[in-house]
Every structure is written in structure tokens, then in C-alpha cells.
């Protein structure tokens, strides 16, 4: 049964483990994005950058709703309409000045960021199976069983039963709340993402082609 807990425990800290890096991985791409807008030349300089402060807070709503909810739903596709109008601007900043340098490189961390997107989405639906934690739970209820049936017939150890019990249920419960990105007591952090956000409430570090 303690292999069996562990194997469990195991798989949902390797999940959690992966959501945050992927907020990290994100946000790194997002502000890498945002840097390289404000080197495109007008007028799709101000749309970028203003669609990307836009793209940041429905990324940020990822955290706030409960996977495959309707709320995730419309968040995830807020976003992808938001990478469509970024990508058919990008692609207009590429055929105005297609020697540049800046709009190609711009698009290479533009094709970055949306594939984050979709790493991170993966990742927060990314739970242990069920079945795993339905085993857990039965194996744990029918060893505590049997370890009361057993002491119970030596008339002795029912403080070993309610500790061995407590404990299983300590593991049982973080491996349900590291399953939970946005529910519970362990949560997956968003910090980047919104020091990312507020970072963009600055005036843009670089100024346009040609500008003052």
C-alpha cells in the first residue's frame, strides 16, 4: 500500500512540478515577445504591443478557473484569437519590410509564445489518471480494514489503527490537492505572469523605427 501511495504522490508532484515551470517558461516567452514588438515599426507596434497586454491577462485567467470549465474555455479562446490578430499583424510587419531583421525575429518568439500556450493548457489538464487514484483510495480503505480486523482480534492497537489511518489520509489528501492547480491549499503560482503584467503597464523601453 506504500508503494502505492508513493507511485501516486509521485506522479501528481512530477505534474505540479511541470505547471510551474511552465508559467515560468511562459511568461519568458510573453515578455520576450513583448521586447521585440517595440522594434517593429508603426502602426503594428502599437496594435502588438497592446494585443500582447491583452494576451497576458487571459493567460493570467488561466489561474483563476478551474480546468475545462466554461471559464477556462472562454479564457483559451480569447487567447487564440488574440495570437490570430498578433500572427496577421506580425505577418504585416514581416511583408512591409521583409529585409528587416526585427520582424523575423519577431515572429521566431511569437511562434515561441503560442506554443507555450499550449504547453502550459496541456500541462494544467495534464492530471493523474483516475484510476490511479481510485486504486489508491480502495487499497488504502481495504489495508486500514484489515489491519483494524487484525488488531481488533488481538483486543489491542487501536491507537496504531487511527495513526496509520491519519497518515494514509494526509497523503491521500496532498496527492488530490497537487492534483487541483487552482483548488485547494497547493497552488499552482502565477507570479510571473503578473509581474510580467505589471511590468507592461511601463512605457515601452525601446521606441519605434525612426521615432524620437
Known sequence: MALILAFGLTMAVGRYDARRAAVVDEANAIGTTYLRAQTLR??????SLRALRRYTDAVIGYSETVPDS????AAIAEAVRLQRSLWRDAGEALAAA??????????????EMIDMETARVSALDNRVPS????????????ALGLLALYL???????????????FVSVLL????DLDRPVRGLVRVPDLPLVELRASMALPPAADAPGGP
Do not use: H, K, M
Open 70 to 73: 466554461d471559464r477556462q474555455r
Open 173 to 176: 489528501l496532498i496527492t488530490f
Open 131 to 142: 484510476a490511479v487514484l481510485a486504486i489508491e483510495i480502495i487499497g488504502a480503505s481495504v
Open 98 to 111: 521583409p529585409r528587416d531583421t526585427a520582424p523575423r525575429l519577431y515572429l521566431e518568439t511569437l511562434n
Open 42 to 47: 508603426e502602426p503594428v507596434r502599437s496594435r
Open 152 to 166: 481488533a482480534i488481538l483486543s489491542r492497537g487501536v491507537v496504531s489503527v487511527i495513526l496509520a489511518a491519519a
